[in-house]
C-alpha cells in the first residue's frame, strides 16, 4: 500500500503496533462492508484491522437502500471532508458512486489514497472497470483477464490478488464428499 508500484500485501501476519501504516486512517467503503456475513467483510476487514488501528466504515449498500444514490454520495463525500482519511478502500459492484464523487475525493483530500477491489474483469471490464480504474491509485484484480489488457487501456497501478483470507478459510478436517465444489456466484452456462 505504501509503495509507487503495486505488488503482493501479506497482511495475514501483521500487527498495527508494528506498522509504519498503523497511525493511518483508512476508510473501508467497500460494498456491504459493515456486513460480517458478507465477503467484503469477511475477506478484508480482519487483515486491515491488524495493520491500521483506525478504520472507518461507509457501507454504499446500506447508505444507497437507505438513502437512494444521490444522497449517499453526498453523505460520502462529508464523510471525505470531515475525516480526510489516509486510504479509501473501495470493492465497486457497479455504479453505486458517481464517476464525479470519486474524482472529487482529490479535491477534497488530495493525499488520499484510493485503492479498488475489482471482482468480476470477466464480466465487467469492457462496461466498468475500463473506466473506474483509471480513477484509483491502485487497483487490486481477480486474475481473470491477461495483464496486457490492462496495459492497453492505461492502467499502471494495479496489483493480481486473490481472495483469500487465511485467517478464516483453511482447510477442514472432514470427510471427502465431492469430486467437484463450486463456490461463487455463476454468470454463464
Known sequence: LTGTKPGKINVNNTSHKNTALSNKKFLFAAWASESKSYAA?????SPLSKIFKNILFFDPQKNL??????????????????EKPDYIFFWL?????????????????????IINFFGDDDSQFEIFSR??????????????????????EGMKN????????????????????????????????
Do not use: H
Request: without cysteine; aromatic residues 20%; proline residues 5%.
Open 41 to 45: 467483510y469477511q475477506v478484508w476487514y
Open 65 to 82: 437502500y437507505q438513502y437512494g444514490k444521490d444522497s449517499m454520495n453526498k453523505r460520502f463525500l462529508e464523510l471525505i471532508e470531515k
Open 93 to 113: 459492484i457497479y455504479d453505486e458512486f458517481y464517476i464525479e464523487t470519486l474524482l472529487k475525493i482529490r479535491e477534497i483530500s488530495p493525499k488520499t489514497i
Open 131 to 152: 473506466y473506474y480504474g483509471l480513477i484509483f491509485d491502485y487497483s487490486l484484480i481477480l486474475p481473470q483477464l491477461p495483464n496486457s489488457v490492462y496495459k492497453r
Open 158 to 189: 494495479y496489483s493480481f490478488t486473490l481472495l483469500a483470507n487465511l485467517e478464516n478459510y483453511t482447510p477442514l478436517k472432514i470427510e471427502k464428499k465431492y469430486d467437484v465444489t463450486f463456490i461463487g456466484t455463476p454468470k454463464s452456462d
